[in-house]
């Protein structure tokens, strides 16, 4: 079965600095990858998803990731993180003809002013 | 328009009750799904609904958990029994389509459940 991990639990940055969040998964064939983001209070929002085709993925405020498939990473990336930033940030892997989607534990995301 | 609904927001019970957790999901979305959200474990599975087919119930950690989708639209989850490690956010999803890896999971805000 897939699987995802999250090395980081929680990470601060400074507003305006970059910020690369860590996703590593598990799976034998190419995965579906996505990552979600959840506010305060919210629901998850998905920021991006990789099917196929170019690695480099672009998403919504901003967030790209990257498919590493020699690395088994799909990391999430923001050249300037604003305040409104601050979240619980999901890696999620799924499988073509499964719909048992696996998230990772979370990373926090704290922003400095 | 409007997003995935769960009510309650919050839920406090006793060890050993009964509970029930409701989910609209999107009106037209075919697909729903039902997960836990446990401090520090992420999101964990517990089962999928598409159309009038048969449910996934591959995730659902016992026998005292049990779901059902009325109309192919609202979704009940049922606990009964409930224990402390019950103690979790309830997140429901759904999506257009089936083949839920493929097609994008619209969340609930989910229900906190807290068993005393």
């Known amino acids: 079965a897939q699987s995802v991990t999250q090395p980081d639990i929680h990470i601060t940055v400074s507003e305006g600095a970059s910020l690369e969040l860590r996703c590593n998964y598990s799976y034998g064939a190419t995965p579906y990858l996505f990552w979600y983001v959840q506010s305060p209070g919210q629901g998850l929002q998905l920021l991006l998803k990789?099917?196929?085709?170019?690695?480099l993925v672009q998403g919504i405020k901003g967030f790209e990731a990257e498919f590493k498939r020699s690395q088994s990473s799909f990391n999430l990336r923001k050249p300037s993180v604003h305040w409104s930033d601050a979240a619980e940030y999901f890696c999620a892997v799924g499988m073509y003809n499964n719909n048992d989607m696996r998230f990772g534990a979370g990373t926090r995301l704290t922003v400095k002013p | 328009g409007a997003g995935v609904s769960q009510s309650p927001s919050n839920k406090v019970t006793e060890k050993g009750k009964d509970v029930e957790l409701r989910c609209d999901p999107i009106?037209?979305?075919?697909?729903l799904y039902w997960y836990r959200q446990s401090l520090g474990q992420g999101l964990e599975f517990l089962i999928y609904f598409q159309g009038n087919s048969a449910p996934d119930k591959s995730g659902l950690p016992s026998d005292r958990f049990s779901a059902e989708r009325t109309g192919g639209s609202v979704s009940t989850l049922t606990i009964q029994r409930t224990q402390q490690e019950d103690s979790a956010v309830y997140l429901c999803a759904s999506s257009l389509e089936g083949w839920g890896a493929y097609n994008e999971q619209f969340f609930g805000p989910g229900t906190r459940l807290t068993v005393l």
């Open positions: 009106s037209g979305h075919t697909a």
């Open positions: 990789y099917f196929s085709g170019d690695t």
